[in-house]
T-cell receptor
Framework: QKEVEQDPGPLSVPEGAIVSLNCTYS??????FMWYRQYSRKGPELLMY????GNKEDGRFTAQVDKSSKYISLFIRDSQPSDSATYLC??????????FGAGTILRVKS | NAGVTQTPKFQVLKTGQSMTLQCAQD?????MYWYRQDPGMGLRLIYY???????DKGEVPNGYNVSRLNKREFSLRLESAAPSQTSVYFC?????????????FGPGTRLTVT
């Protein structure tokens, strides 16, 4: 069983929809939680970062961490075609050795 | 600033050949990392260097060696390439190796081993 599970999708939504992306994990020692966005044939770039439990909001993006359920989410409001990408969750115990999910492909149709 | 640069962008090798993937960063970061990305597997850490002069194994180190040449450069070597090493390789760097420091990724090297 993988330490981090993420549905690969693809997830296809109309422009303006609210998107929910999720990951589950098994290692209770994880305390740093991140979401990376990766456009086709590019390197990943950090989108959101959360330490321990709670919510964090940045513009149209909201990250949630529920450590009791070992479940993290990324919400995208008012989704745009430019949001079409692969979204990777990543987590670690100490911030350096990241464990990634497989990534979810998101397609936003105009 | 160029950020993290990787060379080459593409490479095709025959089984048994060797090659070195180069990575450099101009952000004065202390820590550098090598990942591989395979379909359905996400990114997996091969090796990392917490600081100049140190290297450590990640999740999938077998078949690879690394060299932290100086603070800027971190190379990944395949001594005898195998088809299972066909992948996209990403180099990343961060200011520190512990705590909430963002890892910045390079554009990747697409390697095919036939």
């Amino acid at each position: 069983q993988k330490e981090v599970e993420q549905d690969p999708g693809p997830l296809s939504v109309p422009e303006g929809a609210i998107v929910s992306l999720n990951c589950t994990y098994s290692n209770s020692a994880f305390q740093y939680f991140m979401w990376y966005r990766q456009y086709s044939r590019k390197g990943p770039e950090l989108l959101m970062y959360t330490y321990s439990s709670g919510n964090k909001e940045d513009g149209r993006f909201t990250a949630q961490v529920d450590k009791s359920s070992k479940y993290i989410s990324l919400f995208i409001r008012d989704s745009q075609p430019s949001d079409s990408a692969t979204y990777l969750c990543a987590m670690s115990r100490e911030g350096n050795k990241l464990v990634f999910g497989a990534g979810t492909i998101l397609r936003v149709k105009s | 600033n160029a950020g993290v640069t990787q060379t080459p962008k593409f490479q095709v090798l025959k089984t048994g050949q060797s090659m070195t993937l180069q990575c450099a960063q101009d952000m004065n970061h202390n820590s550098m990392y090598w990942y591989r990305q395979d379909p359905g597997m996400g990114l997996r850490l091969i090796y990392y260097s917490a600081s100049e002069g140190t290297t450590d194994k990640g999740e999938v180190p077998n078949g690879y060696n690394v060299s932290r040449l100086n603070k800027r450069e971190f190379s990944l070597r395949l001594e005898s390439a195998a088809p299972s090493q066909t992948s996209v390789y990403f180099c990343a760097s961060s200011l520190r190796d512990r705590g909430p420091y963002e890892q910045y990724f390079g554009p990747g090297t697409r390697l095919t081993v036939t």
